[in-house]
């Protein structure tokens, strides 16, 4: 029984949490702890907490602590890593990953939330599988990776395509490490290094995951890791979270096609909301037209209707306007979107500011009174002073 229990949670486990999120080194000031899944959805709240900004609660996790909010991490460095599940190594400290979103997306959300206070940060996206040629020239200024020393591999093979591919991520993160210490001018302002490795799914996919050739590109990826952490902490002084995530190829490809469903259903629902306005902005134009030529036929009817029945012509007017009342509620209902007012990002602090100081004076205003109320009207009083018909000078 104890056996089928472990097997089904293990199961569980694998089937929910398709992923790793691995970090490698965070400010002194954000910890880290615990075992608790995250959904890939949710990093943005937690790169933009440990930066210090007020994080848009998606959902709730308790893997990540701050002990110091005015001395957080200066610049994220995320290491996406498509096509595998783990890295199997023991450095940094490790979480399961639900990937609910691609990796792209969770890029675009988190540098829309920096944009959004400030559009002079240094947000660096990277995929290393577009190759030297396209990342001649990077935001980290020029790359120029080391030759592949054929003699020190021992599995891999640089004349096979996917092998090559990836030697050359592998390069390319070398030199980003290279290149880090010296570009890198730390400032007061936020900073995101996203770099994407994808060249070593097509090893897996070849050679098998417990292949040696897998092995021998697993253990080089790891290393390189270890450089890059070592280039952004010394580029930042410590103050840097330095990240790596992984998710299984089958679950990225099941998230791509979901995302794309979404974007195309949300674009039909678009268009269908807007044939809809539009047509009854057609009946709108139709039905005035056709009132302002049959006006007069119209009343005609009416009033021998309400002769003929016993009707009076003011309990008639009555109903007409009660149901063209509501016909032009109906109409006018269905383009109600019930929005909200829109508020300046200076809305709350203009707010607070009027809201304390009312508070503040009309206590202050409150403790005067009754502090006069409750003077002794002496010959040393002011009271005393200002009353009196003569006034007391003293000698």
């Known amino acids: 029984m104890l056996k089928t229990l472990v097997c089904f949670v293990a199961a569980f486990v694998a089937v929910k949490a398709n992923g790793e999120f691995l970090v490698l080194h965070s400010p002194s000031t954000v910890q880290f702890n ?14 933009t907490a440990a930066l210090g900004y007020t994080a848009k609660l998606k959902g709730t996790w ?33 979480f399961p990953l639900n990937v609910n979103e691609g990796e792209e997306t969770t890029w675009q959300a988190l540098r829309q939330r920096l944009d959004e206070r400030d559009d002079d940060n240094m947000l660096v996206r990277i995929n290393l599988s577009d190759g030297i040629d396209a990342l001649g020239q990077s935001a980290l200024g020029e790359l120029k990776p080391t030759p592949i020393d054929e003699t020190s591999l021992k599995a891999l093979n640089l004349r096979k395509e996917e092998d090559r591919k990836f030697l050359e991520e592998v390069q ?18 936020p900073d995101i290094y996203w770099l994407v490795v994808s060249g070593l799914q097509p090893i897996f996919d070849a050679y098998g995951n417990n292949s040696t050739t897998s092995k021998e590109a697993l253990s080089l990826l790891n290393n390189a890791l270890n450089v890059i952490s070592d280039a952004f902490i010394q580029a930042y002084d410590g103050q840097v979270l330095i990240v790596a995530t992984t998710n299984d190829a089958s679950k990225v490809h099941h998230i791509r096609s979901v995302t794309l469903g979404r974007q195309r259903r949300d674009t039909a629902t678009q268009n269908e909301h807007q044939g809809e306005e539009k047509k009854i902005e057609e009946e709108e134009d139709s039905d005035s037209n056709i009132g302002s030529t049959t006006e007069f036929d ?17 309990d008639q007017d009555n109903s007409n306007m009660g149901h063209n009342t509501n016909s032009n509620t109906k109409i006018i209902g269905q383009k109600v979107q019930n929005l ?32 006069i109320s409750e003077m002794d009207p002496g010959r040393d009083s002011i009271i005393y002073r200002m009353t009196s018909n003569r006034m007391k000078k003293d000698n």
């Not at 701050?66 to 190594?89: H, R």
């Not at 304390?356 to 205003?365: D, E, K, N, T």
């Open 172 to 189: 390319l993160l070398h030199a980003i490490a290279k290149k880090a210490p010296s570009a890198i001018k730390p400032d007061s302002k």
């Open 62 to 94: 308790d893997g990540m602590s701050i002990t110091d909010p005015f001395n957080l991490a200066e610049a994220v460095v995320v290491i996406s890593i498509e096509g595998i599940y783990s890295l199997n190594t023991s450095k940094g400290t490790t």
């Open 34 to 47: 615990g075992k608790g899944e995250v959904n890939q959805s949710l990093l943005t709240e937690v790169f």
């Open 340 to 371: 909200s007012k829109k508020y300046s990002p200076n809305y709350p602090v203009i707010f607070n500011i009027f809201l304390w100081f009312g508070i503040i004076f009309v206590f202050s205003l409150l403790a005067i009174c009754i502090a």
């Open 298 to 314: 119209s009343l005609t009817r009416n009033s021998t209707a309400s002769s003929d029945s016993g009707v009076t012509e003011s």
